[in-house]
């Protein structure tokens, strides 16, 4: 009837301390604390011969000196004594304690992980991780977490869990030097977690979470800083009054600090990167506003000496000499050149800040597109090559905006003349299916296919590329690419080193894809214009006897050089730009003979057949640059005493130097 405890070996660990002496002793001695609660339950077993189960029941007991929360699954049976009676009672026990606490652990790693893994700020991670740690008020009775400022040396209050802000142990700032609270400054410097005794004491009534009494210890964690510029910061946490703070409960929430750590490592990594993109797209967004604005002051005083100029050069012979005409040309026709770059420039920047009105017009594009291309046939022919150009019927109208379509067709074509040095260019405009597509077609130097995804981009030029010339900036192409997207369009490339580029641009038919109030009506066709004229001049400089045709010949006094010579000497001048070569010799030629070329390699060969005495070269040029001439020159018996005179705007000490060195 007392219900003597006798029991094995097994039980021992559910006594724990109270073993040996609860051998023999009566249970409600043994189960005082839990007398409440497993009393009526033997009751049921003894007195109305009924057993009882129960699953994973919380039993607060004192097994080792101290009030310990325990999970058991346990049965009371009877058992029958001689007179059909009940003589007692059979238990059957299975400790549950650790399976429970470490579900619930797991559950709220979990927990932890899934809410705060997509916040996308330091302080949204920190918000949804205080939420995601109330899942476990049991391990957690309240928790506090704060990031350091190493800055202003505080540590600042950025989430809750269980604890209001306004509780007086949840300060808003801890400082990080003196005597804090919490011993966040201690946690910080040691990385190490340290733990906080007598709560009590310190702060009255604090917070019970899952229980009827307040926490009596604390623990403050370090939440470790991810990499350099990571924010560090330290949990505070209320812990379990029914728990021993050992290795496994410490292990528990280490591993939430350092859940939370990638948490606000992950938010600050993308907080970080979208700084970064918006530092980037505001400097774009500077560079074309700088573009736009150089474009602009660039342009009127070009426009400003452009205009009087051309006031001037129509002028009769009596009133402007053939000599000052020949050089006002000059002046006018870089001018031109200047213009139209800075009008590509202006243009890009303008369809950057998404300022352009496109007018999409129907138009009979098959015939625009040839008669575009046709500009070019002169310059062309006269290079001794040939340009196809096969522009069939589409069969309707397409909708592009003129001037632009100008630019694509024009700026594709003098690529294909600059970059091809002898075959053919085609130029062909093909439909197909709800398509029109232009194809520029050149038998030239060819684009390696590592350049081609960089091809489009602004200001992107192939190095050592074989051409005409080396002018260029690289705009071209990208703009080409912007003013085919602004119909709906794409522009792509084929191309192999050495057999030649094929460019095509693939625009949609009818008008569904264009904004319907920058659609216009039926237009005559406008004939090319002064834009086409730029590109054709342009071209044509890079022609290798440009100077004879478009610049008759003059002598130019002698600009202060005084021959005493009585034998003229010989000089041979190599410069890709037809104006700055006839500039020079100009300068040069009422005192030397000059034989002007427009690149090394026939440099090389006139210097060969001619041994001048001088060879005055520039640096960038086409075929063969200044510095291979100057190595070929060198290395030839026949020519490695000629002097040569390199001309640069490169006019650095190091270019001087490297000049000097290579034999200038
Ligand atoms: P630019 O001609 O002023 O350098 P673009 O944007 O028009 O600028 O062209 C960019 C680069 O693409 C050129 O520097 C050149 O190397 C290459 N490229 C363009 N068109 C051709 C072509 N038809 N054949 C070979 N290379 C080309």
Not at 191 to 216: C, M, N, S, Y
Request: charged content about 25%; proline content about 5%; some cysteine.
């Amino acid at each position: 009837e007392e219900l003597i405890n006798l029991y094995n070996d097994a039980y021992k660990s559910i006594v724990g301390g109270k073993h040996p002496w609860a051998l023999g002793e009566p249970a409600s001695s043994v189960w005082r604390e839990i007398w409440d609660q497993v009393g009526p339950r033997a009751a049921s077993a003894m007195l109305s011969n009924e057993g009882t189960y129960d699953e994973a029941l919380l039993l607060i007991m004192e097994r080792h000196g101290y009030a310990e929360e325990t999970y058991y699954t346990f049965s009371y049976s009877p058992v029958p004594n001689d007179q059909g009676g009940t003589g007692g009672i059979i238990c059957a026990n299975t400790d549950d304690t650790q399976r429970i606490i470490g579900e619930r652990q797991l559950a709220l790693l979990r927990e932890l992980a899934a809410r705060a893994s997509d916040a996308r700020t330091v302080d949204d991670a920190c918000a949804r991780s205080s939420e995601g740690l109330s899942a476990n008020p049991s391990d957690l009775p309240f928790a506090m977490i704060y990031l350091a400022d190493r800055e202003t040396s505080q540590a600042t209050l950025a989430g809750t869990t269980g604890i209001d802000p306004s509780h007086p142990a949840a300060p808003a700032t801890m400082s990080l030097h003196g005597d804090a609270m919490w011993p966040v400054a201690e946690a910080l410097a040691t990385q190490e977690a340290v733990l906080i005794e007598d709560l009590g004491a310190k702060f009255g009534d604090l917070p019970t979470g899952a229980w009827e009494r307040p926490p009596h210890q604390a623990v403050a964690v370090p939440i470790a800083p991810s990499g350099m510029s990571g924010r560090a910061g330290v949990l505070i946490v209320g812990l379990n009054p029914y728990r021993i703070y050992d290795a496994s409960y410490s292990r528990f929430v280490e591993l939430i600090a350092s859940q939370l750590a990638a948490s606000i490592g992950n938010a600050q990594a993308y907080e970080d990167e979208r700084s970064r993109a918006e530092a980037l797209a505001q400097l774009d967004r500077a560079k074309t506003a700088f573009f736009s604005n150089v474009s602009h002051e660039f342009r009127t005083p070009l426009t400003l000496m452009l205009g009087p100029l051309e006031d001037v050069l129509v002028k009769t012979d009596d009133q402007l000499d053939a000599e000052n005409r020949d050089l006002l040309t000059v002046v006018h026709r870089n001018g031109q050149r200047l213009l139209k770059l800075v009008n590509t420039l202006l243009e890009f920047s303008r369809i950057e800040a998404g300022r352009v009105q496109a007018v999409y017009e129907p138009t009979e594009l098959g015939a625009y597109t040839a008669e575009l291309a046709s500009i070019f046939r002169a310059a062309i022919e006269k290079a001794g090559m040939r340009l196809v150009i096969d522009t069939p019927a589409v069969g309707e109208p397409v909708f592009v905006d003129r001037d632009m379509w100008e630019k694509i067709v024009l700026n594709l074509v003098s690529n294909a003349f600059k970059y091809t040095l002898d075959g053919e260019i085609a130029v062909s405009l093909q439909r197909e299916d709800r398509h029109a597509v232009l194809t520029v077609r050149d038998t030239g130097t060819g684009i390696p296919e590592d350049e081609l995804p960089k091809l489009f981009n602004r200001f992107h030029r192939v190095e050592g590329a074989r051409g005409r010339t080396h002018e260029g900036t690289g705009i071209g192409l990208a703009l080409v690419q912007e003013l085919a997207r602004l119909h709906g369009g794409v522009v792509s490339v084929e191309s192999e080193v050495g057999k030649g580029s094929a460019f095509h641009v693939t625009i949609p038919l009818g008008v569904a894809h264009l904004p319907a109030d920058r659609i216009g009506g039926v237009k005559a066709l406008a004939s090319t214009n002064v834009v086409a004229r730029a590109y054709v001049d342009e071209a044509m400089r890079w022609l290798p006897d440009a100077s004879t045709d478009a610049t008759p010949q003059v002598e130019v006094p002698t600009y202060g050089v005084t021959s005493r010579e009585t034998t003229r000497r010989k000089i041979i001048l190599a410069d890709d730009n037809a104006d700055m070569r006839d500039y020079v010799r100009r300068l040069l030629s009422s005192t030397y003979d000059v034989i002007a070329v427009g690149d090394g390699a026939e440099a090389l060969r006139e210097a060969i057949a001619e041994k001048p005495d001088l060879v005055l070269t520039d640096v960038m040029m086409p075929v063969l640059d200044g510095f291979g001439l100057l190595r070929e020159l060198r290395a030839n018996p026949e020519t490695s005493s000629i002097p040569v005179l390199m001309l640069s705007a490169r006019a650095g000490e190091e270019a001087r130097v490297e000049g000097l060195e290579a034999g200038a």
